[in-house]
């Protein structure tokens, strides 16, 4: 299957090393500097980085503009790079007229600086700025979006194009890749519908179904959302540059899912992705792969050998999808042809795989805590509530945390959608999914399959209240979200 026209490049030319961009025009990059603040407060010296909340307009394709908020003039934000355990400080200006929040995704901060409401963090006002201060870490893919409730806007919170990717470079990269890409899938034009996504086609309906109830709730779904238009940064398929590559080069893709509704599946036509870390951290086993599959909030990078000259097209696995704009086109150097698209013989995806098989060395854990992820249809009118442990947030110090203590998870999936749960300022030890053992693997979100079960482990050693929400906008603004708290 062909497809003319191009995607959008968001990438580096020739080589690239950790901490380098050799083409800002085509990726907005802030490094740590005295100017990279827009103004001086008087008195208090500028800002290593600004975060400017403004509403912008995107042509995602020719006369195709979306109307939103951004950073910085654009959607993706800026890429911050930033060097491990080295402080620094961000003004965040919010020249809107709704309160905002930046959370500082996968990073060890503290709740007051995290981002979230619930922590303890202090909203940005509407024509305000506040200053953040913390020491970015640990190294890797992280990335910064909006924590705003969106409740029924579906012009607020993540719907919006308040996101960016953040690097936290520790000096150990040995940058041994070509080129340097970063991808952002996104959904675009929001809308309600009673109509159920089809998870399988997503990946979220494979495999075993061990929370599956004996009876299913077969009460009328509330309305969810959906999307018909979407991008990958702020082109859709068919619009803007293509990545361009040389045979035999080596480039490394940041892949991160942006978007506030669904998982998604990619692939890139006639190549295989070479994992090797998720959520920002080194995978014990790479691996070589045909597809990645995301939640919101995810983020994969993996190597691509460039070694089959051609125009090929870099997108969703799903057609409707792709052929609505979730893609990109990968143009090999000296070659004009139509973009193809050939779907992949192996679309599974298993987290397990990138762990190790090996007898883990894992600490025992002291405590288990099981959590029930339930769904109410239409239990708040026209919309579904979400229980964790058979209640809506919030939960009055139900999970409590004995600091260096050593946690199991365990998420009990018994709803019929894949979630991609994330816990704020933490990072997790995948044990199995659906009885599936692993080790080694560290997230910070994963995506629970739809009546399936993950078993996590967690050392406790953030001390502060910490967010734990399904990263799907509407499920956590539903219910889908609780609060650990430490002794």
């Not at 909006?146 to 520790?170: E, N, V």
């Not at 480039?251 to 994992?275: C, K, M, P, W, Y």
């Not at 994330?422 to 030890?429: D, N, P, Q, V």
Request: glycine share 10%.
């Amino acid at each position: 299957m062909g497809l003319g026209g191009a995607g959008l490049l968001w990438a580096a030319g020739g080589k690239s090393m950790p901490g380098q961009t050799q083409n800002p025009m085509a990726m907005p990059t802030q490094t740590p500097s005295p100017n990279s603040a827009a103004s001086k407060l008087e008195g208090i010296p500028l800002a290593d980085f600004m975060v400017r909340i403004a509403p912008i307009a995107l042509e995602i394709a020719p006369s195709r503009f979306i109307s939103t908020i951004g950073y910085n003039g654009t959607s993706p934000g800026p890429l911050f790079r930033m060097r491990e355990g080295k402080p620094v400080t961000i003004d965040v200006i919010n020249d809107t007229d709704a309160p905002e929040l930046v959370h500082w995704h996968g990073l060890f901060v503290p709740s007051e600086v995290d981002g979230s409401e619930e922590e303890g963090t202090p909203m940005v006002p509407p024509g305000g700025r506040r200053r953040y201060q913390f020491t970015p870490r640990p190294a890797g893919t992280r990335w910064y979006h909006s924590h705003a409730m969106a409740g029924a806007d579906l012009h607020r919170g993540t719907y919006t194009g308040q996101y960016g990717f953040l690097m936290i470079d520790s000096g150990n990269d040995p940058g041994q890749y070509d080129k340097e890409v970063f991808l952002a899938l996104r959904d675009w034009e929001p809308y309600f519908t009673d109509q159920m996504e089809n998870e399988a086609a997503e990946g979220g309906g494979l495999g075993p179904q061990p929370e599956r109830p004996t009876v299913l709730d077969t009460r009328p779904n509330g309305l969810e959302v959906t999307s018909q238009l979407f991008s990958i940064n702020d082109k859709a398929l068919g619009a803007g540059e293509p990545i361009r590559v040389r045979a035999g080069q080596r480039v490394l893709v940041h892949v991160l899912n942006a978007s506030a509704i669904e998982n998604r599946t990619i692939a890139l036509s006639g190549h295989q992705f070479r994992v090797i870390a998720m959520d920002g951290n080194k995978v014990p086993s790479p691996q070589s792969v045909e597809v990645l599959m995301l939640g919101p909030g995810e983020r994969i990078d993996a190597y691509v050998e460039m070694n089959q000259p051609g125009v090929w097209i870099l997108g969703s696995t799903d057609d409707a999808t792709r052929n609505a704009g979730l893609g990109v086109i990968v143009e090999y150097e000296n070659q004009h042809r139509e973009p193809q698209w050939v779907m992949p013989s192996k679309p599974v995806w298993d987290y397990t795989i990138f762990g190790t098989n090996a007898s883990p060395a894992r600490p025992t854990p002291e405590h288990t805590i099981d959590m029930v992820f339930e769904k109410i249809p239409s239990g708040a009118g026209q919309f579904n509530i979400w229980h964790v442990n058979g209640k809506p947030y919030p939960h009055d110090r139900e999970f409590v945390l004995q600091e260096g203590a050593r946690y199991r998870l365990v998420f009990r999936n018994r709803t019929d959608d894949a979630h991609p749960v994330h816990l704020h300022r933490h990072l997790f030890e995948l044990v199995d999914v659906n009885g599936k053992p692993t080790a080694g693997l560290m997230k910070d979100t994963v995506i629970v399959p739809l009546y399936g079960r993950v078993s996590a482990d967690l050392t406790a050693d953030q001390p502060g209240l910490s967010l734990f929400h399904c990263h799907i906008q509407q499920h956590m603004d539903y219910g889908f979200k609780a609060l650990f708290r430490y002794a």
